[in-house]
């Protein structure tokens, strides 16, 4: 049965150009748009678009999903204090099941904040992956390896990093990729990382992993290894192939040379890396030069939100703020870099709302009074528009959200649930 939207203001061609049309969507995939009124054909669902904005689905390239289980347990601390003293001590608790409801609950976020698709990386990926599978977002899944040295405990990471691979490249119906994810320069040595990057040559997939995070992650690395993190892994060869950088906060001009130079891909989490006080990550200059730059949340334990139309209007404030120049990412710069970019940076998923192109849709009700009156959709959807504002959200044809309802998640079971599971940590 197709769905038609009719008389929807839609942001199309490569996410940029906005216009009033109708678009048919048939099965998996957007068959027509058109000025036109279009025939409504028996059995087709109509979804009258006034007064709403149809944009494509938004694209979350950096994330944790279980860690919302970990929102609001340690906030206030720098990266290495929160790290090493309050997350890494309740992640060796974590169980299995604990996963499981917390990705549930993190998609059930996602979703109604417009996600459909993200590169989430953990551990228990089976667990986050029949989530996902279960829920019908797209995601390119890793496990993220921490390993010093390629000892046994070093092997024995990377085969759980191998073993998702193999498990779940192209389930949920090719929704589902995966990626390789040395979760960073100062938790992974060298043998790991060039084992890893072997793996990832092996299985063509994509290097997931944070980089050049914090001051002190630039000057240890620089202390050790007379190189900057940007530089060490393009010692390793890791630049030499497909690279999700996250972070990219403290980086030079070289490293930004080096970064567009081997075509990494970077994933700006301006509110975590505020939230840690990392800094702000130098997009515009990075821009300038070449360097693709999509838009992640990270973990909710350090956001604390997976909402990406936040990231989105704090990704554009950070900028002109550290810049000192309102001109540098406009909306329309910021709504690329988390649609368009993102799939381009993840290497699937839908390129946009365009003929041939898979459905994943996103539907925003502009006609309320935090965004009215409506001169340019772009500037209502990143500069004043809420989650709470999305009303409609498909993935690859089939409604995610609708009406406001989660159509694929049992949203009360799932508060419940983790809400009981949250206890033990409380203290
Ligand atoms: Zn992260």
């Known amino acids: 049965m197709g769905i038609v939207l009719r008389n929807i203001t839609a942001v199309i061609d490569g996410a940029t150009v906005v216009k009033t049309i109708n678009l048919r969507i048939d099965g998996k995939r957007i068959s027509t748009i058109s000025e036109d009124p279009l025939p409504i054909n028996p059995g087709e ?15 979350n390239a950096h994330s944790h999903l279980p ?3 970990f929102r609001g347990l340690a906030d206030d601390l720098p990266l290495r204090t929160w790290l090493e003293d309050h997350i890494w001590p309740v992640e060796r608790e974590l169980s299995p099941k604990e996963v499981y409801w917390a990705s549930l609950l993190g998609l059930a976020e996602m979703i109604r904040a417009g996600t459909t698709m993200c590169a989430d990386m953990y551990f228990y990926t089976n667990e986050v992956g029949r989530a996902v599978e279960e829920v019908g ?17 070093g092997k024995a990471e990377l085969k759980k990093a191998e073993a998702v691979i193999t498990r779940w490249e192209g389930a949920g119906d090719g929704r589902i990729k995966t990626a390789l994810s040395p979760h960073a320069v100062y938790t992974c040595g060298e043998k790991v990382w ?33 190189l900057s993190p940007v530089a060490t892994l393009d010692r390793f060869g890791a630049l030499s192939i497909p690279v999700l950088a996250a972070h990219c906060v403290h980086v ?8 567009a130079e081997r075509e990494v891909s970077v994933v700006h989490c301006p509110k975590s890396n505020a939230k840690l006080g990392s800094g702000i990550a130098p997009i515009a200059a990075m821009q300038k030069a070449g360097v693709m730059v999509a838009l992640g949340t990270d973990g909710a334990a350090a956001n604390n939100s997976l909402d990406m139309i936040e990231e989105m209007r704090m990704a554009a404030l950070l900028q002109k703020v550290s810049s000192e120049d309102p001109t540098v990412l406009s909306a329309r710069e910021v709504a690329l870099m988390a649609t368009q970019a993102g799939a381009k940076a993840l290497r699937t998923g839908a390129q946009g709302l365009a003929v041939g192109q898979d459905a994943d849709i996103v539907l925003v009700d502009l006609d309320c009074v935090r965004t009215l ?5 772009l500037s209502a959807l990143v500069y004043a528009a809420h989650s709470q504002d999305i009303t409609d959200v498909m993935v ?4 995610l959200l609708r009406d406001r309802e989660l159509v694929t998640i049992d949203e009360e079971k799932v508060k419940q649930e983790v809400k009981r599971l949250s206890k033990r940590y409380t203290n």
């Open 45 to 59: 669902a109509v979804i009258e678009g006034e007064g709403k904005l149809a944009i494509p689905g938004l694209v």
């Open 67 to 69: 860690m919302v289980l």
């Open 137 to 153: 977002l797209r995601a390119v899944l890793s496990y993220g390896v921490v390993a010093p040295e390629l000892d046994a405990h």
């Open 194 to 226: 060039k084992a890893a990057i072997e793996l990832a040559q092996k299985y063509e997939v994509i290097l997931h992993t944070h980089l050049a995070e914090t001051r002190e992650e630039v000057e240890q690395c620089r202390a050790q290894r007379g």
């Open 252 to 259: 030079d001009k070289d490293d930004i040379h080096l970064l």
């Open 373 to 377: 009156p409506i001169y340019d959709p």
């Open 396 to 399: 690859a044809g089939r409604f």
